[in-house]
């Protein structure tokens, strides 16, 4: 007689191991009988399998030694399921408890997030447990850590990208003001004209941090995210290395459109021939499409931009409606009006996208040294 398991559940055993989970056998079968479903499943690869009876002479030391190298342990009940969630816990590990009868919900209590069986799990072992498996399939487990990995990603996507982008804002503004004189924004009065107008500003916000910035969320799951350890327990959401990202592109930023905006103005550092209205509208276009290149890059702090670039459909639409709307306050009458633009014409775009895509080749670049560090 034989009761052999799901066809998927070896694919999910070898699935959590690359994403740096182990899986534990704890059952009340024949040590023979739990080694032999072990090996097959690949938990364990010595076969070995400690009872419930040796877990009853083992110290507290022992015990912890043991849950480090065994991965199946059989003829065991309530109270060594419980010994072995508390002995893992204080190894320093997350655990998950999977379960389905009364005598099982101190270990589901017990352990870092408890999972009861919904057709098979009794009351008590649903009351006791964080989470109710609806089909009582362990690939179901696996799944749902997947899916919590990608969204859990495309937050820090969205993060990364709303945050470097208002700093690039912010910069651009104070480093405007501060340095009127070497760029030009000092008026013949003597005054200070600020790089952009607040309109201009709310709508950059209105236009970038909308629809791209929502897309970003329906970001496909990364081809290796299944293939990273679990992130540390203490570890934020933004972690020191995303912070530094955040400031190089936000420097990128506000650095390319002070630099536009300074050739559009007479004086400066840069010699220009155009008026403050134009120049605002080239560095406000400028700013508006960095931040369109920017998005690409939230993608992802370690892989290329250029890595699945047209997997979400949804982005490039995000993208391809904030154009459009920038085009609009840029030539609509009433909206010139409003915002205090000027036609630009094909020469002021090109070299408005030029200078914007620096942001995409810079980072590329940077994500290139830090990899080959």
């Known amino acids: 007689m034989i009761d052999p398991p799901r066809q998927e559940a070896k694919e999910a055993v070898a699935t959590a191991r690359s994403a740096g989970i182990r899986c534990i056998m704890i059952t009340g079968d024949h040590p023979r009988t739990a080694a032999a479903i072990a090996l097959e499943l690949g938990i364990s690869e010595d076969g070995r399998a400690v009872t419930g009876a040796e877990l009853e002479k083992m110290s507290p030391e022992e015990l912890e030694e043991t849950v480090r190298q065994v991965s199946v ?9 419980l010994r072995i969630v508390n002995a893992l816990q204080r190894g320093g590990m997350t655990v998950a408890m999977t379960g389905d009868g009364v005598n099982d919900a101190p ?3 017990t352990a870092d997030i408890g999972v009861a069986m919904g057709i098979t799990g009794t009351d008590v072992s649903k009351e006791a447990a964080d989470i109710v498996l609806a089909d009582d399939n362990f690939a179901s487990i696996v799944a749902a850590v997947e899916e919590g990995r990608v ?75 299944m293939r990273h350890p679990p992130r540390p327990r203490g570890e934020g959401v933004i972690t020191r290395r995303m912070w530094i990202g955040i400031f190089y592109v936000g420097t990128i930023m506000a650095v390319g459109t002070l630099l536009v905006l300074d050739a559009s103005l007479p004086g400066g550092l840069i010699e220009g021939h155009g008026t403050l209205q134009y120049a605002q509208t080239v560095a406000f276009t400028t700013l508006t499409i960095f931040q369109l290149f920017n998005i690409l890059n939230a993608r992802s702090d370690e892989l290329s931009a250029f890595v699945g670039l047209f997997a979400n459909r949804w982005l490039w639409l995000a993208i391809s409606l904030s154009l459009f709307l920038q085009a609009a306050v840029v030539y609509t009458p009433f909206l010139q009006e409003a915002f205090s633009t000027v036609p630009l014409d094909f020469s002021d775009w090109l070299f408005c996208a030029s200078v914007a895509s620096s942001v995409l080749w810079l980072r590329v670049l940077a994500k290139l040294i830090l990899k080959a560090a």
Do not use: C
């Not at 342990?73 to 399921?81: E, G, Q, S």
């Open 107 to 109: 270990a589901l209590k």
């Open 73 to 81: 342990y059989a003829r065991v009940n309530p109270d060594h399921k």
């Open 151 to 225: 969204i859990f990603s495309n937050i820090r996507k969205f993060l990364r990208y709303l945050l470097s982008s208002n700093i690039g804002e912010v910069m651009t503004m104070f480093f405007g003001v501060l340095l009127a004189d070497l760029i030009g924004l000092v008026a013949g009065s003597g005054e200070v004209v600020l790089p952009l107008l607040a309109t201009q500003i709310l709508w950059i916000n209105l236009v970038t941090d909308g629809a791209p910035a929502l897309a970003l969320g329906l970001d496909p799951a990364d081809t290796d995210i």
